[in-house]
DNA sequence: CTTAATATTAGCATCAGGTACTAAACACTA
DNA sequence: TAGTGTTTAGTACCTGATGCTAATATTAAG
């Protein structure tokens, strides 16, 4: 009866797209938006091989809480003045106006990321790293002319992995922080 | 009796650092490793204000999901080639050697980002935007010497917001992707 | 030692968001 | 009109919880 009622293989390809697009929908929402009855859902997944709400939930919450990056050893990125071998660390970086873009003068996320990251693997005793990434955040911008203080502190080694917690901040108001998840591995 | 059982308040802060670590534990699991009931692990979570298991991962997914960045407007890096406005856009770039580590020759995961990000940007019209990224994945090490090719394409537009898929690829495969969220905010 | 307060455990009903299965009602088409 | 595919309905069960009441341990104080 209804105008937009589709056939199946429709219906299942923009199943598809949606729990790509938007993956935290019940079923019972879906059956709403679709105009089927959740049984109907429940086929289209099964057939489709989608996991329930719960677990797909949980795959993004996996996939996002360790983040491997693929990257070798960096020289350090602003100025090492503390360091404790497989402990601690701290660097300071002058925001100069080249890190930064010319009308908004705020500094270019990926030297704060590289100002941590290579704190982070200078804290680590090991020759070569490949390194993960997890909760990293940017907090707020910083302005050209700034002072980044990086403090980074070796929390767990697991095997060959080093865990270590970089925030960075300016005066007193954090503006990064991030957990490395650095592997030493054999050349 | 157990020589291990201390006392609330004790474990009422190890179950802080715990779920902190590890948050995808079970008040099942969570019993077991503090040995004491699990009426007793909700009463402590109740009082800490701590959310259940699925809350929890919830929580993870959804921070992760639409993970913000601040930064301005890059000029571009790498060469662009090609370029349809709000629709999409594609860059390459020659992966030099002074973009790499002098020993593994792997490119530095910064350049790879900003190449991603600077081509997500100039698909957009507007002039300044503020990033967020999700789903961020480097997925293989790219050496000095390779030709990096960047797609963009712009697969949605929900009020200010510019969402943009970029796929990098080295030859046949794919070495990073991301999807960028971008904000048009007035100067 | 006894009492009171605090902490812990137990048990049960209930919930959300499902799985897995069976059976029945439609729809199409040959 | 029979046969097939599609959709719907209903039931029992599952996990990881909440919310509640009641009972039992443990600890501290008088």
Known sequence: MSISKKSKKMRQNELLSKLDIEPFVTDEELSDIFE???QTIRLDRLELGIPELRERIKKVAEKNY????????????????????????????????DLAFEKTKIIKGH????????????????????????????RIPVLAGEK?????????????????????????????RGKFILVSIEE
């Open 111 to 138: 030297h704060i990321f590289s100002m941590a990251e290579s704190l982070a693997m200078a804290v680590i005793s090991s020759k070569v790293a490949l390194t993960g990434v997890a909760n990293m955040k940017y």
């Open 66 to 97: 360790l983040k491997v990056i693929n990257l070798g050893k960096a020289e350090i990125i602003g100025e090492l003045i503390d360091l404790n071998l497989n402990e601690n660390g701290i660097s300071i970086l002058e925001a100069t106006k």
């Open 148 to 176: 980044l203080i990086a403090k980074a502190e070796l929390t767990k080694i697991k095997g060959n992995e080093f865990y270590v917690h970089v925030k960075i901040n300016v005066k007193q108001e954090q503006v990064f």
């Open 36 to 38: 089927v009855s959740i």
